[in-house]
């Protein structure tokens, strides 16, 4: 099936800085990405919706300013915890839907990135 | 507006034992469901699917049915391996927009 591969898989910062997270699809191109994020023993959130050479859709609740993503080709998207505080410290998820592959309904999921701030 | 309900865990049973991993939703239109599995230290990934009613996915031993008239979408084994041990999602796509919508996910423990 079709690979996404997020990176980094883990990340440790100081608070105030800003961490970047990869999603990018390697064997297909993706024109809508979406991130989660997973609290322990919880589902998984929706944060937003990424669009490929448009703005993110964010979802209620979620800081754009916060949590800042670009979708700049079909293959990569980018989510960046800007001033992270220990209180985002969190497991997030990319997902992404082959755009060649119309609409079946799967998505396919990145392995995650744990994002730990001191 | 669409959400899913499933069964909470931890569920343990031991190894060959059947399993059913209840999940009902509620949705306008026609959804697609949805099981996913989330092995210790990975990311999801799809177990099965079902786009319409009375549909029956199945995978690695693993089915469920898509019930229209009970809003229903329950995950069935016969015989569980250790290895089967994850937390199971139960999702839905709605056809009128891209979203998928989880369920809160039930932690499956099997013992040998």
């Known amino acids: 099936g079709a690979v996404v591969s997020q990176h980094p898989s883990w990340v440790i910062c100081k608070s105030g800085t800003s961490v970047k997270i990869e999603c990018r699809s390697l064997d297909f191109q993706a024109t809508t990405m979406f991130w989660y994020r997973q609290f322990p023993k919880q589902s998984l959130m929706l944060m937003a919706t990424?669009?490929?050479?448009?703005?993110?859709?964010?979802e209620q609740g979620v800081e754009k300013d916060k949590f800042l993503i670009n979708h700049a080709s079909l293959t990569l998207s980018t989510l960046t915890v800007t001033s992270a505080h220990p209180e985002d410290s969190s497991f997030y998820i990319c997902?992404?839907?082959?755009?060649?592959?119309?609409?079946?309904?799967?998505?396919?999921f990145g392995e995650g990135s744990r994002l730990t701030v001191l | 507006g669409n959400s899913v309900t499933q069964m909470e865990g931890p569920v343990t049973l031991s190894e060959e034992a059947f399993l059913t991993i209840n999940c009902t939703y509620t949705a306008t239109g026609y959804p697609s469901l949805f099981w996913y599995v989330q092995y210790p230290g990975e990311g999801l990934q799809l177990l099965l699917k079902?786009?319409?009613?009375?549909d029956k996915g199945s995978n690695k031993g693993f089915e469920a049915t898509y019930r229209k008239e009970t809003t229903s979408f329950h995950l069935e084994k016969g015989s569980v391996q250790v290895s089967d041990s994850a937390v199971y999602f139960c999702?839905?796509?709605?056809?009128?927009?891209?979203?998928?919508?989880f369920g809160k996910g039930t932690r499956l423990h099997i013992l040998p």
């Open positions: 999702a839905l796509t709605s056809n009128r927009d891209d979203k998928i919508i």
């Open positions: 079902a786009t319409k009613a009375d």
């Open positions: 990424s669009n490929e050479g448009s703005k993110a859709t964010y």
């Open positions: 997902s992404a839907r082959d755009r060649g592959n119309l609409y079946t309904g799967e998505l396919f």
